[in-house]
């Protein structure tokens, strides 16, 4: 989607990640309150959502070093808010740092909105992951309350802000920067000395980085009130509190050998009968003894047949003049079999198939898939189809197979604006500035 200008900055996608020029420290000059910012989650059922700590069923609650942040990983999830349909509300003080000039600017995916003082930027729309730049050269060095929202309907996500200080270049705005309350202190400066910062730790547990960066020298801009608006490429930094900077696999267990079935054999029960022979009357047979008790033993669960490959032909060659509940049957039929991944692949890659199922179906067919094996073509023609398919079998795509797995690179999710392999460079760089962290336990779903 286009981004057009407006009075407050310019807006742009972030397409691909840039290597950061520089890392500038910021110094306090004097012990503040807790560093952070107090972020609160709400459930929300209409979109855009209302900006509102009442209106909404708060969903999760926590103290945050900073701005920089994608929701798109299970161990990412904030509190109880889930994928999809939440809003997070973070407050506290930012303190802006002695300058000649200031840029900032605020992404998002879907809409984030900022404001320092008395100043807003920012989208409250559904987009994907895109900046918005503003000036801040007219505003003195100072602490501010800081206001900040973040919604998300669906698909992928982001929330980042960044600051370029002096020209020194961009970075995402550091802790340090951030209090949940009003910090006693004198007015911090930016220092372009070498400097190993030391992140104080915040109510998360999570341990953030330690940055050495080398020395540059910085030239004076004269202060001006105007606005500017630059086409600097985005240094994209994504903080993902993980134990491991690869996105989550999905491991496909071996269906079961059957057990075997153990036939136990009754002994017959022999009983004779004795006649007694009179003149007038037929033969009497005398008492039958009972027979003993037997006890039935109930085989085990068989595990499901596999489909044949002929069995497959024949479906896909229905599947061709079928209407829409022709389809659902056939498929229900199909799932009653054992399915390996190049059978399940062959079905998902029929267009009649996805745009016909229901989203259970759709679910357990995807099931049936193991991204690592498939083959490239394979691959390739299950994005293909699944790329046009309603989004209700989009959502089952993206949720049980992990599409940053290497296989959907040319797919574009939900919400989305750019494919699977721009993020994956994205998530990818980040781990070169970041030291992760481990995810809270009581996020631990």
Known sequence: MGRSKSGLGSRWLIAAPALLVSLFSFVPQAEAFQVGLNAVGYTV??????????????????????????????????????????????????????????????????????????????????????????????????????????????????????????????????????????????????????????????????????????????????????????????????????????????????????????????????????????????????????????????????????????ELVAVLDALETADKAEVQALVTQVLAKDLDTSQAASLVSSPTVLASVTSEQATALFEEIAPTELSPAEAEAVVEAVQSAPSSVRKAFESVLNIFQGFADSYVPLNSTVPVKTRRALIALSAVFLTVAPAPSRRNK
């Open 45 to 310: 059922t209409e979109i855009p959502p209302i900006k509102s700590d009442t209106a909404y069923v708060q969903c999760g609650q926590d103290v945050v070093p900073f701005i920089n942040v994608t929701f798109d990983y299970e161990q990412n999830l904030f509190g109880d808010c889930g994928w999809d349909l939440f809003m997070v509300h973070y407050t506290g003080y930012l303190q802006i740092p002695e300058h000649q000039t200031l840029q900032m600017w605020v992404a998002s995916d879907d809409g984030g909105t900022v404001q320092i003082g008395s100043q807003e930027f920012g989208v409250w729309q559904d987009q994907g992951c895109s900046a918005t730049e503003f000036d801040l050269s007219a505003t003195p060095a100072d602490s501010y309350p800081f206001d900040a929202w973040f919604y998300e309907n669906g698909g992928g996500t982001c929330f980042m802000l960044a600051w370029n200080v002096d020209d020194t270049g961009w970075t995402i705005v550091p802790p340090e920067a951030f209090t949940s309350e009003p910090p006693t202190t004198t007015t911090p400066a930016v220092s372009t000395s070498v400097l190993t910062t030391t992140i104080p730790e915040s109510t998360t547990s999570s341990v953030l980085p330690s940055t050495t960066v080398e020395p540059q020298t910085t030239s004076t801009v004269p202060e001006t009130t105007s606005s500017t608006t630059t086409t600097s490429t985005v240094p994209v930094t994504l903080y993902i509190p993980t134990t491991s900077t690869e996105p989550p696999t999905t491991t496909t267990e071996p269906i079961p050998e059957p057990q075997s079935t153990t036939t136990t054999t009754i002994p017959e029960v022999t009983t004779t009968t004795e006649y007694v022979t009179t003149t007038s009357e037929q033969p009497t047979p005398t008492t039958i003894p009972e027979n003993p008790t037997t006890s039935v033993l109930s085989p085990p669960d068989e595990a499901k047949p596999a489909l044949s490959n002929q």
